[in-house]
Nanobody
């Protein structure tokens, strides 16, 4: 059984940093991308960072230069380093894995609140 468990969320002041982790257990075949999404109250879930199996990364303009996605294959862990956080970054952050011929895998989410 596949499980994605996020951690590292919390309350941080504007300008601060957080690192989110997503620990993956179980076996997933034919992964082609991993990523982080977020969903703020009353808004749709949006992509904030993605990394392909080849290592290519992708960020929307809203977080480019502030967020960095990385992975540690030996630890089966996906990371999201978030710097220069803004109040508009407040959301629940979800880990996501895309694999061929199956539905996406999602974690349960971790709350990030940016407030003074």
């Amino acid at each position: 059984q596949v499980q994605l468990v996020e951690s590292g969320g919390g309350l941080v002041q504007p300008g601060g940093s957080l690192r989110l982790s997503c620990t993956i257990s179980g076996t997933i075949f034919s992964i082609y991308a991993m990523g982080w999404y977020r969903q703020a109250p009353g808004k749709e879930r949006e992509l904030v960072a993605a990394i392909s199996t080849g290592g290519t990364t992708n960020y929307p303009d809203s977080v480019k230069g502030r967020f960095t996605i990385s992975r540690d294959n030996a630890k089966n862990t996906l990371y999201l380093q978030m710097n220069s956080l803004k109040p508009e970054d407040t959301a629940v952050y979800y880990c996501n894995i895309k694999a061929y011929r199956v539905s996406d895998y999602w974690g349960q989410g971790t709350q990030v609140t940016v407030s003074s």
